[in-house]
């Protein structure tokens, strides 16, 4: 019997965003030779926004690195070579972009609890410490080893304060700098983006007031015996129905591209996420309105430790269909968010606040949020977004069904 003959195929430099156009390969996560299957993690590449870990979409051995670690490649340029197992046939190739989230213009006041995970360091050719982006520019600067500190951030990640608290001398003027400079950089990116998205998506706006106190009462009652780190907070919830709501209004779940409006198969919300530098990302929870609210919790107290501590995945950052901004209660009351293209809607909630609230012949004091929508008017029309709010005030006026 004739063995099968290995054949070869190249993994190209992912588009990690609609935002995205080129990155640096920072560290390799396997070594030439090894095995990798589908959701593995190969390499953290460096972007404007955040580090980010990449994944592999299909088996295969590693054969070849074709960029060097630091260098700056084009979205699309290959960066490895790999050969297929046993003679399976290589994988067509890929398009270079997705439909992917861009930043939005409001950011989120969530904080993750104290038990908040954080990914896993992996060991392949040296075992990567978690650490923010910023610890790692400043250790790098002071040529100090990351493994060698104790993280005092998220999971045990090494932050700028235990960089400076290792290092026997005052930082240097540069880093003040390099910080500057990255969060310059984002707010810049993030600025053209909602320019172009301004200027070319024809927005409409809707609201609607949303009474809190049913989904207060529900929390705090299934939340009493719960540890910290396990309870559910109200963000999750609101993924949560503007998942369900989008399920049910497809129309708003989707991308418009080439001229016309393309459907997602699943309901994919992302968040945007605040980071303590400056700035934002926009991961995504794939599938959320056919998870549990726990899991959405889970999902979501993940994503937001992996922001922070530059851990983001690459599979959580392409493919969202929707995306939702909340405020939280230091935020303002209302926000007009701007649409993360190529995506057609909008989420965002304002502040929880104490208002009088009509309740069949009486007046009461209730906690009332606005929720309000920006959406794509080449997709949808008003009629379409306000019965879509209309099924999102449902929701949460009944948490139960969450």
């Known amino acids: 019997m004739t063995a099968a003959r290995d054949e070869t195929f190249e993994y190209a430099m992912p588009s990690l965003g609609a935002d995205m156009d080129e990155g640096r390969v920072i560290e390799w996560r396997v070594a030439r030779g090894d095995t990798v299957h589908r959701g593995d993690l190969m390499a953290v590449v460096e972007t404007e926004k955040s580090d980010i870990d990449i994944e592999i979409w299909h088996d295969g051995i590693i054969d070849e690195f074709l960029v060097d670690v630091g260098q700056l490649v084009a979205v699309g340029t290959p960066i490895a070579q790999l050969r297929t197992i046993d003679g399976e046939q290589p994988p067509a190739p890929a398009p270079a972009t997705a439909p992917a989230p861009a930043p939005a213009s409001s950011v989120p006041s969530f904080t993750p609890p104290a038990t908040a995970a954080v990914a896993t360091p992996i060991a392949a050719t040296g075992t990567r410490v978690p650490a923010s982006p910023l610890a790692r520019q400043l250790a ?28 026997s001398t005052p930082a240097p003027s540069s880093r ?3 910080a500057t400079r990255t969060t310059d950089t984002m707010r810049k990116l993030i600025a053209e983006r909602m320019t172009t998205a301004n ?3 024809p927005h409409y706006h809707l609201a609607r007031d949303l009474d809190l106190e049913p989904l207060e009462s529900w929390l705090a009652e299934h939340n009493i015996d719960r540890p910290i780190g396990e309870r ?9 129905a503007v998942a369900l709501a989008a399920a049910r209004h497809r129309e708003l779940n ?8 393309e459907p997602a198969d699943t309901v994919n919300v992302a968040m945007a996420i605040s980071l303590r530098r400056g700035g934002l990302v926009t991961p995504h929870i794939e599938r959320a309105d056919e998870r549990s609210l726990d899991e959405v919790m889970a999902a979501l107290t993940e994503r937001v430790a992996a922001a922070r501590t530059g851990n983001l995945r690459s599979s959580w950052m392409t493919g969202a269909s929707i995306t ?12 007009h968010g ?35 929508l920006a959406a794509d008017h080449r997709a949808t029309d008003g009629a379409i977004g306000s019965r879509f709010l209309a099924t999102l005030a449902a929701l949460i006026d009944h948490p139960e069904d969450l």
Not at 140 to 167: F, K, N, Q, Y
Not at 232 to 240: D, Y
Not at 352 to 372: E, F, G, K, L, Y
């Open 232 to 240: 559910i907070l109200p963000a999750a919830c609101f993924i949560r």
């Open 176 to 178: 003040a700098d390099t």
């Open 140 to 167: 790098a600067d002071r040529d100090i080893d990351l493994a060698g500190l104790h993280g005092t951030g998220p999971g045990g990640a090494v932050i700028e304060a235990d960089v400076i608290a290792a290092s």
């Open 324 to 335: 939702i901004t909340h405020l939280g209660d230091t935020g303002a009351d209302l926000v």
């Open 199 to 201: 200027r070319e998506i």
């Open 254 to 261: 989707g991308w418009w591209i080439d001229d016309r409006f």
């Open 338 to 372: 701007v649409i993360s293209p190529p995506q057609v809607a909008l989420v965002g909630f304002g502040r929880s606040r104490a208002r009088p609230w009509a309740i069949d012949d009486d007046i009461v004091v209730r906690p009332i949020a606005t929720a309000t």
